[in-house]
């Protein structure tokens, strides 16, 4: 077999050759942060494979913080939107990606094949290595054979810096649910949302969607996702009493996890607050559901709940100390006709909150500029007028919408495409970034369920890579994508950029970073594997001047 060491932001796609790539011989990290890279592989067609596999194992110094993972790819029958993509995509045909990326262990065999493979290699010291310059050799061991590669791992004696940056993805737990066939929030559920959760703060997420109410997101008017509702609630002619003990266990869980922030649900439909979001209570002795579709959002009999159901919220969550740490949601996208009718509910709303702000997906400035929504979190193609208007505390999203000129994570796009997004973040000081989809695991609208390793474009409504950036593993464990790793570099060089600035100030780094380049914008970057590794790289030299 022909082996090379590659970057992590290459895509070793089926139907390439390892000497396609261009060799990886050194990098530089800082102490406590992670570095990933890949071994791709192939044989010369014609190769006898049904020979013995080939044991794969580490020698370095840095051996015991090297975690392997195979490189497993997936189908996409949906890779672009039709006309919908720029001239800055890897493929825009249906075809097998790279994605998934599944555990291995060090001599664990690996089979010829005549297809490229790849193995994905995480350098993780924790803090624990000291200072300077390591080998890191894969030796690949077939009978009567040994074979070495070996890339120079340099650490630098600075650590990444703690930030105030906010980072969610979607947590659907109906997904998880539906997709393990588990009871409702019986040990199984609590042991898989423990598990996804603490994958997704491994990769930088630090705020989590709470169901306090079963979430209507992405859902067909007049049919219901699965009922996760956190909230046990009692109705009695239009009075109602709460037990919040389910939300209290999913608090501790996700703290003790990694989780710090909560992202408490949307309380009316997305897209418009038209409607109610599903709500279950006993009522008549049955559990049953209260409002939903049928019901409009301004109701009397809704927002009568909201009066008392707030208020008892907040209570709980000061009790629990976390209120301060909390984000609510009115509605998802709404646009400009919608204003008035979510100012309206946002009035309501916004005073039984104690002081807690709104927070929305919303990309029209006048939600902000009539102080209607707290926290507008425009999408990072329609960001411009918010930046302009220096707005405090900005955030941004993307979604299947944002397909030119900015970053995104599609399995279309490169992955430089999905890490430069660190470099915008800092540059614009931006506060926290939104995405839909951790783990959503169902169709357009959530007409039916999906199994996401086969179906990567929820049916075919979206380009693959929008809906999820983790897997449903066997034995009910979370599989990373190498583009969930890639987004968490993103936040890597974020942080490395804020403390290169606390040496040398804003301008100066700035300057670093747009040498011989336009000046960055959300819809203007370099998106080259080239550029995006090597300013990490002077980045990293530059840090190393002020240690």
Wanted: charged share 25%; aromatic share 14%.
């Amino acid at each position: 077999m022909f082996y090379r060491i590659v970057s992590s932001l290459d895509k070793c796609f089926p139907d390439m050759k390892a000497g396609d790539f261009k060799e990886l011989t050194s990098f530089s990290m800082l102490r406590n942060e992670r570095y990933s890279f890949q071994l791709c592989y192939d044989s010369e067609p014609g190769t006898n494979l049904a020979s013995a596999p080939t044991e794969i194992f580490i020698e370095s110094p840095l051996s015991e913080y090297i975690k392997l993972y195979k490189v497993r790819c997936v189908p996409s029958e949906h890779p672009v939107s039709a006309g919908f993509y720029d001239e800055n995509y890897e493929r825009i045909k249906p075809g097998l990606f790279p994605d998934v990326l599944e555990p291995m262990s060090p001599g664990e065999r690996i089979l010829k094949s005549d297809s490229l493979n790849a193995i994905w290699f995480e350098v993780d010291p924790c803090g624990k290595a000291a200072p300077g310059t390591y080998p890191i050799t894969v030796k690949l061991l077939s009978p009567g054979k040994e074979e070495r590669v070996s890339v120079s791992c340099e650490i630098i004696g600075a650590s990444l810096p703690d930030t105030d940056f906010i980072f969610t993805q979607w947590f659907h737990v109906d997904c998880l649910k539906d997709y393990y066939l588990t009871g409702d929030y019986d040990d199984r559920l609590w042991k898989i949302i423990g598990d996804f959760a603490a994958n997704a703060a491994r990769y930088g997420q630090n705020m989590i969607l709470t169901p306090v109410l079963s979430p209507e997101l992405d859902t067909f008017p007049s049919i219901y996702r699965t009922n996760v509702q956190l909230a046990k609630i009692k109705a009695d002619n239009g009075v109602y009493s709460f037990d919040f003990s389910r939300l209290g266990k999913w608090i501790a869980l996700c703290e003790e996890k990694g989780i710090k922030y909560f992202e408490i649900n949307h309380l009316f439909s997305q897209w418009g607050a038209a409607k109610c979001p599903q709500v279950w209570a006993v009522k008549d002795g049955v559990y049953q559901r209260i409002f939903g579709w049928e019901n409009d959002a301004d109701s009397e009999e809704y927002i009568g709940f909201l009066k008392q159901f707030l208020p008892a919220l907040v209570r709980y969550l000061k009790r629990k100390k976390v209120l301060d740490r909390c984000f609510f949601h009115i509605s998802d996208e709404p646009n400009i006709t919608m204003l008035e009718h979510y100012g309206r509910l946002a009035s309501v709303v916004k005073p039984l909150l104690s002081g807690r702000p709104v927070m929305d997906a919303l990309s029209d400035y006048d939600f902000y500029e009539k102080g209607i929504c707290d926290i507008p979190i425009p999408s990072n193609d329609h960001i411009g007028p918010f930046i302009e208007h220096k707005v405090p505390g900005l955030w941004t999203y993307y979604c299947c919408g944002q397909w030119k000129d900015v970053s995104n994570r599609y399995f279309s796009m490169p992955s430089a495409r999905n890490r430069a997004i660190g470099v915008q973040f800092w540059k614009f000081n931006i506060k926290g970034f939104l995405q839909w989809g951790y783990n959503f695991y169902n169709s357009f609208l959530s007409f039916t369920k999906i199994n996401p390793f086969l179906t990567t474009d929820g049916d075919g409504f979206v380009p693959s890579g929008d809906t999820c950036s983790v897997y449903p593993g066997r034995e009910e464990t979370p599989l990373p994508s190498l583009r969930e790793v890639v987004f968490f570099d993103a936040l890597q060089d974020m942080r490395a950029l804020y403390l290169l600035e606390s040496f040398i100030g804003k301008d100066a780094a700035l300057a670093i970073v747009e040498n011989g380049i336009e000046p960055v914008l959300f819809n203007r970057f370099p998106y080259s594997r080239d550029f995006v590794l090597g300013l990490r790289e002077r980045i990293n030299a530059e840090i190393k001047k002020h240690i």
